[in-house]
């Protein structure tokens, strides 16, 4: 990975930009938004998490929503989609949501239409939002027209039970017209199965924030980047308890986690974080007390 030469400003669509052996990634947002600080670290107390999360005077701390690009020379695969152009007036104005995705992509140069593969970690409305978009005139149509998409059968599954729990983290327009056009591949990975998409790109079932959540693994000569997504959202949730409210499981939250560093540190995965709009990649080690913490030489971002 290329070392940092400059922090991205909050505004700019660009995250990131980093290669993985012969890939070429680039981390685009679709612009922060904000989450009760309470909500995204559980039982953690405040005084913990604020150090490392500042809230503001409505105890919502910022969030980014990092979409992943991955040029692998035969594929251009994008990873998560953002909140899209979907909610309604009271939740957007609640999320503070900018819907910056499409021009993020006109900014990195990429055409919607080059996309080929698209892959949903989940089906949270935070995660695949631009799936499809809805138009001036009311119709919802896919955003990547010539893409196949990837998402977990268990999750729109889960999402059509409409749980008094959860009901309001899935939007149906995001993945059913997709499922019903053909044009999205249902998935059936179990915890730990890896499943291949395209040649160095693939997925693996890490439950505990829904049943169903799926990491992806990129690798191309030796080296591997992960998009762990929400098992482990930000920099600020590294600690393996430190854990979200919003987890269905915590426990399998933190069995996952321990799973995933038991790689990850060993092997210097690049890590890749889904709700971090400061520092949306780095590598994790342990520190001196045997906690994981994001090695500080690499954080970051390179853009030019
Ligand atoms: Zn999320």
């Given at each position: 990975m290329?070392?940092?030469?400059?922090?991205?400003?909050?505004?700019?669509?660009?995250?990131?930009?980093t290669t993985v052996g012969n890939f070429e990634l680039t981390?685009?947002?679709?612009?922060?938004?904000?989450?009760?600080?309470?909500?995204?670290?559980?039982?953690?107390?405040?005084?913990?998490?604020?150090?490392?999360?500042?809230?503001?005077?409505?105890?919502?701390?910022?969030?980014?929503?990092?979409t992943v690009v991955v040029r692998t020379g035969r594929h251009i695969v994008v990873i998560e989609?953002?909140?899209?152009?979907?909610?309604?007036?009271?939740?957007?104005?609640?999320?503070?949501?900018?819907?910056?995705?499409?021009?993020?992509?006109?900014?990195?140069?990429v055409?919607?239409?080059e996309v080929d593969i698209v892959i949903n970690s989940?089906?949270?409305?935070?995660?695949?939002?631009?799936?499809?978009?809805?138009?001036?005139?009311?119709?919802?149509?896919?955003?990547f027209?010539n893409a196949r998409y990837f998402a977990h059968?268990?999750?729109?599954?889960?999402?059509?039970?409409?749980?008094?729990?959860?009901?309001?983290?899935?939007?149906?327009?995001?993945?059913?017209?997709?499922?019903?056009?053909?044009q999205m591949t249902l998935l059936d990975v179990?915890?730990s199965e890896t499943k291949e998409i395209v040649p160095g790109i693939s997925v693996e079932g890490f439950?505990?924030?829904?049943?169903?959540?799926m990491a992806v693994h990129i690798e191309s000569n030796g080296k591997h980047a992960c998009y762990i997504s929400?098992?482990?959202?930000?920099?600020?949730?590294?600690?393996?308890?430190?854990?979200?409210?919003?987890?269905?499981?915590?426990?399998?939250?933190?069995?996952?986690?321990?799973?995933?560093?038991?790689r990850a540190?060993?092997e210097k995965w690049l890590?890749l974080?889904?709700?971090?709009?400061?520092?949306?990649?780095?590598?994790?080690?342990?520190?001196?007390?045997?906690?994981?913490?994001?090695?500080?030489?690499?954080?970051?971002?390179?853009?030019?």
């Amino acid at each position: 990975m290329t070392h940092p030469t400059k922090r991205a400003d909050s505004h700019e669509p660009i995250r990131g930009r980093t290669t993985v052996g012969n890939f070429e990634l680039t981390i685009l947002s679709d612009g922060f938004y904000f989450l009760d600080g309470g909500a995204m670290f559980g039982v953690v107390p405040k005084p913990l998490w604020e150090k490392r999360a500042p809230s503001d005077e409505q105890n919502r701390i910022l969030l980014g929503l990092n979409t992943v690009v991955v040029r692998t020379g035969r594929h251009i695969v994008v990873i998560e989609t953002g909140i899209g152009n979907k909610l309604g007036d009271k939740l957007k104005s609640i999320y503070g949501v900018q819907e910056k995705l499409p021009q993020a992509f006109v900014a990195a140069g990429v055409k919607l239409e080059e996309v080929d593969i698209v892959i949903n970690s989940h089906l949270h409305f935070d995660h695949c939002g631009w799936n499809t978009t809805h138009t001036p005139d009311g119709r919802i149509v896919p955003t990547f027209p010539n893409a196949r998409y990837f998402a977990h059968r268990g999750e729109v599954e889960h999402g059509h039970l409409q749980l008094e729990r959860d009901a309001i983290s899935y939007i149906s327009d995001n993945y059913d017209p997709l499922v019903a056009s053909g044009q999205m591949t249902l998935l059936d990975v179990k915890r730990s199965e890896t499943k291949e998409i395209v040649p160095g790109i693939s997925v693996e079932g890490f439950p505990g924030h829904t049943s169903h959540l799926m990491a992806v693994h990129i690798e191309s000569n030796g080296k591997h980047a992960c998009y762990i997504s929400d098992l482990i959202p930000t920099s600020a949730h590294l600690d393996i308890t430190w854990v979200m409210g919003y987890d269905l499981d915590p426990l399998t939250c933190i069995e996952e986690r321990k799973r995933f560093y038991s790689r990850a540190i060993p092997e210097k995965w690049l890590v890749l974080f889904t709700h971090d709009h400061h520092t949306p990649l780095g590598y994790v080690e342990l520190n001196d007390k045997g906690k994981p913490v994001i090695n500080q030489t690499t954080i970051g971002f390179t853009y030019s």
